[in-house]
DNA sequence: AGTTTTGATGTAATCGATTACATTTTTTAG
DNA sequence: CTAAAAAATGTAATCGATTACATCAAAACT
């Protein structure tokens, strides 16, 4: 194996002299000499202090705060293959639920040690898959992924680089692996029930999505149909508005439908940001809401109840999931064996926005 | 230094078998060997390509396709002492113009491949350090701080470690570090002269920090101060008002306030959220706004246009301050040497909440 | 053809921790 | 007081890349 040809006296003779020359952070062997130990008690300070005589444990701890040294963590994952890191992949942080939800997935690993990583996706499926690889790289212990139905080529790739993950937001039933959230076409069928009982018949739905439709979108049309057939009514394609996820564009959209001579008496939209848009548009049409028409939304932000018309709408458990996705996942990188779904529910919060007509 | 008194070769033994029945991810000797060239081909095809034969750079990249490999960052970082890694600490993504600046800061990185590490501080300056060293313990290349003054002990850890760091959000004119932001102080007090120019005389300030006042908080009240003077109006301590960071808490120091006999034509808000508390207590009541009290928010959420009184706020420019923050950094980290303040501005957006007396 | 230059590839030390196992020290038991 | 057991500490291989330098190959000059 050995080979003769090189000739390394002179690399070493460089290399002593720039140990000299570069001034770098201390590492455990500068912390061992000063205590006056080997790098392996040291090492054993940090993380099994129980181990190490309580005098020599101090005289470690002391060197450690005189040189004022920082382990370095790249080391120590290339040692023991863990990074104590969390990726977190999440279509944007524009939506408030999302953001609450990271917040609280971050809170509840951060307790267990855990450090998130964060990749912003755009709801582009071919970023997502290359946060993944990235995250990869970086050596993440486990995924969280947010509010999308994402690509198979990520899950599989997870599978194949062995990373748990958790997928979070709505769910599907039919999967092996691990989801937390809602019924998402359950909660908008709830939804659009508790219009037509309130004798609506002549609804439309607006649904974000336009732009980058996913299987999300696609659940919450089919609750709205699944609805419409409950209460045996017509179908058509027409009652559904995809509209890009903003208030602008659901206000041009409501516009466009009215100057048309479309008047349905409620609109039903699938978040509130496009009820948002709604609003305004209803507003400089002249629009009463609800005396005029009737409008909901749907996520349950605060602030739907302080509009010039308080909007009924349904509150999404993003803190609970955000909590539940990181439990699910520490369970995961523990060998713990978490429920494959965590279901967490929705809730009616009535604004007023909705006009009984019967 | 080689010592004689420990027998090795049982430990060679073990290891070898561990190896054989470990599955591990491949490594870059895999590829190699597979591809028949050196580590050191396959670590030059995966950074510079360009240096190495096209037809060997096809094998090699083959090979990584077929064995699934994935490059470790740990390792990497270890020999490079890049981490290719930067950490954002906030106090919190629930409010909405933090979660704005990090979505813009992260793309703003990501285009130079950089991954962003969230810490969220919860306001609490302990761990804010905390968050900082585990940042550090990780290897970061740059730190980004949003949102808070931050604690001294802080900044001059990263000084000790040497991890260049960008402060944003507000800033401060006299500080030898980066800052990206606007002012502050110079920001309340626009908005506050904007309703004595309407002729308000008596007016309170609702200002968010009762629980973790710092120098933002302090900034704000003297920017409200600094307009009072400009009008040689008489100052108080008691036009102040600290609240909780929430709508519910404004809403009932309003209620407060208001029962108490205090009646001022003005309530000037140093951020959306309260204004929307005393919204509601003002809905409450039953008192019209901007009729019987005008009031203003700070922060330029979109929403606030929609409220049943469209409330007068001063835009932040969130998203520029992540992107100027990121392009800060990413200059920081290339040793060019970017402005030590970048003065954003902010905007005033007219809701119609505010009337006029004269 | 021989020499120099340029380009491509290989060798193996290195980054800074962890940890299995060896060794030494201390405690406990007899 | 010694032997055995338990506790504390030390040694040095190891994780998986990068990269300085050496070497070899091919192209460009004399």
């Known amino acids: 194996m050995q080979s003769d040809k ?12 720039s140990k000299k020359i570069a001034r770098k952070r201390p ?9 006056n130990v080997s790098t392996a008690t040291v090492s054993r300070c940090l993380s099994k202090p129980e181990l190490v ?19 370095d963590g790249a080391a120590k994952t290339l040692k023991t293959h863990q990074s104590k890191t969390i990726g977190v992949i999440v279509p944007t942080l524009e939506i408030g639920g999302y953001a609450s939800a990271i917040q609280a997935f971050e809170k509840t690993v951060a307790a267990e040690k855990y450090t998130a990583i964060l990749g912003v996706s755009d709801f582009d499926a071919d970023k997502e898959l290359q946060l993944a690889h990235n995250l990869a790289e970086k050596g ?17 790739f997870l599978e194949k680089v062995h990373i748990p993950h ?33 004798g609506h018949r002549d609804v439309v739905f607006f649904v974000g999505g336009a732009e980058h439709a996913n299987a999300r979108t ?22 559904i508005f995809e509209v890009p996820y903003n208030s602008k564009a659901s206000q041009l959209e409501f516009h466009r439908l009215w100057s048309l001579g479309n008047r349905p008496t409620a609109v039903i939209c699938a978040n509130d940001i496009l009820a948002i848009g709604v609003l305004r548009a209803c507003k400089q049409i002249g629009l009463r809401v609800p005396d005029d028409i009737s409008v909901t939304g749907f996520d349950g932000l605060d602030i739907m109840a302080d509009l010039w018309a308080p909007i009924t709408t349904m509150a999404v458990p993003a803190k609970q999931i955000g909590e539940e996705s990181g439990n699910c996942l520490l ?28």
């Open 6 to 17: 090189y000739d390394k006296s002179k690399r070493f003779d460089k290399l002593k002299e």
């Open 27 to 35: 590492t455990i062997n500068d912390v061992a000499q000063l205590a």
């Open 53 to 71: 005589r309580p005098d020599v444990r101090t005289r470690v701890e002391a060197s450690v705060v005189e040189l004022g040294y920082v382990l």
């Open 140 to 156: 993440v212990d486990g995924i969280m992924l947010i509010g999308m139905d994402s690509d198979d080529r990520l899950i599989s």
């Open 166 to 198: 958790v997928n979070s937001w709505h769910f599907r039933r039919d999967s092996k692996y691990h989801w937390v959230g809602f019924d998402n076409r359950a909660a908008i069928q709830a939804i659009t029930s508790y219009v037509f009982q309130h």
């Open 218 to 239: 696609e659940l919450r049309r089919q609750g709205f149909m699944d609805a419409i057939s409950d209460y045996n009514l017509e179908f058509s394609e027409g009652l």
């Open 331 to 358: 369970n995961l990188l523990t060998d713990k064996n978490p429920k494959t779904l965590t279901e967490l529910h929705c809730t009616l919060i009535e604004g007023g926005s909705v006009k009984s007509l019967i």
